[in-house]
């Protein structure tokens, strides 16, 4: 059977398949998936190896998206104006790894405040050798799905709400202005889910942030008919329905607000959800099928995830990690990407799936 790719299709007939190739990257998190603390010496193995992941066709994953500047088990303390940054700074320095800043926001406001605190702290510590490598901020990570949806755990906090993600937005220029000059042209974002995107009450984040970072996991659509056959399609469903919301907001110098893939994937292990099953080989296809043609356009791509650090989920036996912490340089499957044949059985090459003359893909 025969179909169009929905992702390369809906791609390449936008601006979003030009020129300039995006950074490409994928997210770290501040612990392993037992819950115990990485250090610099872990950031440093992950970061080496991300650039020479075997069979990854010499893609360029260069860039790291955290999700918090403070290094793991360090606690807010109201008599200090310091607060240790994450050891990924520094491996990421000694990597020449470029950094998307994650400062997290679900846990209140002191620990906000801690954050900008370890942001200060990094800057002081390595000077223009970090902030040169510093793509982007994010201010929090789905806050805004999490308060609507009221989820909850030790894992992820409680959310925050529209008007305390752009406060926090506020605070951090207000930061970069006085005390973190060589910053202050670098775009501060927020990453959410397009569900969360989309409402009303959420318009005012969209207009404080640079760019809007969109995540996005057809796997967890178990309301949808969420087989691996429709994740394609749920993908750039979601995708264009953040785009959507982006072009609607205010430009930035001029240009589109820009959307950023912050977070995408599909478990090799782990519970079905609705229609989708975790399998090493409905992993490699979402791979191929979504995230291949990700990778040839000029977006911001940072995959979830090179090794798995969410301890709620590896104890329910659900796995994303393309590798595993005993050997991060072998991945799961194959990351290779194959040509995309037509219906002729004839190779397709890049500029062929980008004029959109080349995008049938055969599924079985």
Same mark, same amino acid.
């Not at 993908?235 to 001029?254: M, N, P, Y």
């Given at each position: 059977?025969?179909?169009?790719?929905?992702?390369?299709?809906?791609?390449?007939?936008?601006?979003?398949? *030009?020129?300039?190739? *995006?950074?490409? *990257?994928?997210?770290?998190?501040?612990?392993?998936? !037992?819950?115990?603390?990485?250090?610099? =010496?872990?950031?440093?193995?992950?970061?080496?190896?991300?650039?020479?992941?075997?069979?990854? &066709?010499?893609?360029?994953?260069?860039?790291?998206?955290?999700?918090?500047?403070?290094?793991?088990?360090?606690?807010? !303390?109201?008599?200090?104006?310091?607060?240790?940054?994450?050891?990924?700074?520094?491996?990421?320095?000694? /990597?020449?790894?470029?950094?998307?800043?994650?400062?997290?926001?679900?846990?209140?406001?002191?620990?906000?405040?801690?954050?900008?605190?370890?942001? /200060?702290?990094?800057?002081?510590?390595?000077?223009?050798?970090?902030?040169?490598?510093?793509?982007?901020?994010?201010?929090?990570? @789905? !806050?805004?799905?999490?308060?609507?949806?009221?989820?909850?755990?030790?894992?992820?906090?409680?959310?925050?709400?529209?008007?305390?993600?752009?406060?926090?937005?506020?605070?951090?220029?207000?930061?970069?202005?006085?005390?973190?000059?060589?910053?202050?042209?670098?775009?501060?974002?927020?990453? !959410?889910?397009?569900?969360?995107?989309?409402?009303?009450?959420?318009?005012?984040?969209?207009?404080?942030?640079?760019?809007?970072?969109?995540?996005?996991?057809?796997?967890?659509?178990? =309301?949808?008919?969420?087989?691996?056959?429709?994740?394609?399609?749920?993908?750039?469903?979601?995708? =264009?329905?953040?785009?959507?919301?982006?072009?609607?907001?205010?430009?930035?110098?001029?240009? &589109?607000?820009?959307?950023?893939?912050? @977070?995408? *994937?599909?478990?090799?292990?782990?519970?079905?959800?609705?229609?989708?099953?975790?399998?090493? @080989?409905?992993?490699?296809?979402?791979?191929?099928?979504?995230?291949? =043609?990700?990778?040839?356009?000029?977006?911001?791509?940072?995959?979830?995830?090179?090794? &798995?650090?969410?301890?709620?989920?590896?104890?329910?036996?659900?796995?994303?990690?393309?590798?595993?912490? #005993?050997?991060?340089?072998?991945?799961?499957?194959?990351?290779?990407?194959?040509?995309?044949?037509?219906?002729?059985?004839?190779?397709?090459?890049?500029?062929?799936?980008? #004029?959109?003359?080349?995008?049938?893909?055969?599924? #079985?």
């Amino acid at each position: 059977m025969y179909l169009m790719t929905a992702v390369a299709v809906s791609l390449a007939t936008t601006a979003l398949a *030009g020129n300039q190739p *995006g950074l490409l *990257g994928f997210n770290y998190g501040a612990t392993n998936e !037992d819950g115990s603390c990485r250090g610099y =010496d872990d950031f440093l193995r992950y970061f080496q190896n991300a650039k020479t992941l075997a069979d990854a &066709d010499g893609k360029n994953f260069t860039s790291a998206r955290l999700y918090t500047s403070i290094q793991c088990n360090n606690t807010y !303390d109201p008599t200090s104006s310091w607060a240790e940054p994450t050891s990924a700074y520094k491996a990421a320095i000694d /990597t020449n790894t470029n950094i998307l800043v994650g400062l997290w926001a679900s846990a209140g406001s002191q620990m906000y405040t801690n954050e900008l605190r370890s942001l /200060t702290a990094a800057y002081m510590q390595y000077g223009e050798a970090f902030t040169d490598l510093v793509i982007g901020i994010s201010v929090g990570s @789905e !806050d805004l799905y999490r308060h609507a949806s009221g989820l909850t755990g030790k894992y992820v906090g409680v959310g925050a709400d529209a008007k305390v993600i752009v406060g926090y937005i506020a605070d951090l220029r207000s930061l970069i202005k006085q005390s973190i000059p060589p910053l202050a042209n670098k775009p501060i974002g927020h990453v !959410d889910t397009y569900t969360a995107w989309i409402l009303p009450e959420n318009a005012a984040v969209v207009e404080a942030a640079d760019w809007l970072g969109h995540n996005s996991f057809p796997y967890w659509e178990s =309301d949808k008919n969420n087989t691996i056959e429709n994740a394609p399609d749920l993908f750039i469903s979601a995708l =264009d329905q953040t785009r959507q919301i982006a072009a609607q907001s205010s430009s930035v110098c001029g240009k &589109d607000k820009e959307v950023w893939v912050t @977070e995408t *994937g599909w478990p090799h292990a782990g519970e079905s959800q609705g229609s989708a099953v975790a399998s090493v @080989e409905n992993a490699r296809f979402y791979w191929t099928s979504v995230g291949c =043609d990700l990778f040839q356009t000029s977006l911001n791509v940072f995959w979830y995830i090179l090794l &798995d650090s969410n301890a709620d989920q590896v104890r329910n036996g659900i796995e994303f990690g393309l590798t595993r912490n #005993s050997d991060v340089s072998r991945p799961v499957f194959n990351l290779s990407c194959s040509s995309l044949p037509d219906s002729s059985g004839g190779k397709c090459d890049i500029q062929q799936i980008l #004029s959109v003359s080349c995008v049938i893909r055969k599924l #079985s």
